[in-house]
């Protein structure tokens, strides 16, 4: 019996979400539904214009990965995360925070710079869109790996974005070695269209020749990775890099492949005010239900739910509560 169910690897950032109208993203010439690195400068120029507004403010530890082996931890599968803070204000929030949700961090030093942030704006239509200063995670080195924590996990799980340099992807595919090397299976999120297109070689480089265990990835990173045009066209070309993998349609569900059969589950009705974190939701109940022995349809079912709560109320998180009537509905 291993101490961990999940390792996640990825971006220290602190979240903070703000509800803005469309005129806000336009007049900043923000591109809307998208993902956008800015430096500091620029981010603070967005942040301190919105104070100025009455608007709702959320902050919580982030990244997506981080959101993941959150929701992991909430549901009860024992976690640990590995990301690079800066010995500032926001660092100690962000650790502080990870810890209160049950999750271990690694002990290294943290940096002189500033702690990653990132401003998350949603409008009225429940889409987000992101301006991220990736601030000290842009230093994430092996050092920040715990490899004896990692060999005590049942799985690594790595989020895309940390392929946007080549120092953090070297990073991401030597933590993917050790894992393959030590027994612990190795899954990898997508993450967002973009970087799948720009950064699909850095990407390929981390699932490395033999491939991954189990790849998460949205209808159009499914298409963009694989270069198709439809999801059956992408569910085939994916099998030539991971024995399984899910592919999240929003309120279409999910088609999962479990290593032999490909398996469509609906989506869960919802009425949608914050569609931030429902990927990193769905990652995080779907490796907690398989870590406790579920199979694939049955925790894309439970995944499909837990992302259906999350986009219905403000914020990447859902309550305590929430976590607990989730595990009564699905009998655990």
């Known amino acids: 019996m291993k101490k961990y169910d999940i390792y996640g690897i990825g971006a220290a950032i602190v979240d903070t979400e703000v509800i803005v109208n469309d005129s806000f993203l336009k007049d900043n010439e923000i591109g809307k539904g998208l993902m956008t690195l800015v430096d500091e400068e620029r981010q603070k120029y967005l942040i301190d214009s919105l104070t100025t507004q009455r608007i709702p403010v959320k ?3 982030g990244g997506s990965a981080c959101n ?3 929701a992991a931890s909430k549901f009860g599968s024992p976690a640990f995360f590995s990301g690079k803070v800066a010995d500032d ?3 100690v929030f962000f650790v502080k925070d990870l810890k209160k949700s049950g999750v271990d961090f690694h002990q290294v030093e943290p940096s002189n710079g500033v702690t990653g942030k990132c401003l998350v704006m949603v409008t009225p239509d429940a889409e987000r869109t992101m301006n991220t200063n990736l601030g000290a995670s842009l230093e994430l080195s092996y050092t920040e790996i715990d490899e004896k924590a990692l060999a005590n996990s049942d799985w690594l799980y790595i989020e895309g974005y940390v392929v946007t340099d080549d120092e953090r992807t070297a990073v991401a595919r ?3 070695n050790y894992a393959k090397q030590n027994g612990v299976k190795t899954a990898l999120s997508l993450s967002d269209p973009f970087v799948v297109e720009v950064f699909s070689e850095n990407i390929k480089t981390i699932i490395g020749d033999d491939g ?3 790849i998460f990835c949205n209808g159009d990173e499914a298409r963009s990775f694989t270069g198709t045009h439809t999801i059956e066209a992408a569910a085939e070309k994916l099998k030539n890099y991971a024995k399984t993998f899910a592919i999240t349609r929003g309120p279409g569900g999910s088609l999962v492949f479990d290593g032999t059969h490909l398996i469509q589950t609906a989506g869960v009705l919802a009425s949608a005010v ?3 974190g429902a990927g990193d939701m769905f990652a995080g109940s779907f490796l907690y239900a398989i870590s406790q022995g579920k199979d694939f ?4 079912d439970f995944a499909n739910t837990a992302s259906s709560r999350v986009v219905s109320q403000f914020g ?6 929430e976590y607990i009537s989730l595990k009564q509905q699905f009998n655990i």
């Open 212 to 214: 991954l265990d189990l």
């Open 316 to 321: 990447p998180r859902i309550k305590a509560i």
């Open 174 to 176: 030597d933590a993917m």
């Open 274 to 276: 914050d569609t931030n």
């Open 68 to 70: 993941s082996v959150v």
């Open 59 to 61: 902050m919580s530890c």
């Open 297 to 300: 349809s049955w925790a894309a």
């Open 89 to 91: 204000e926001v660092g």
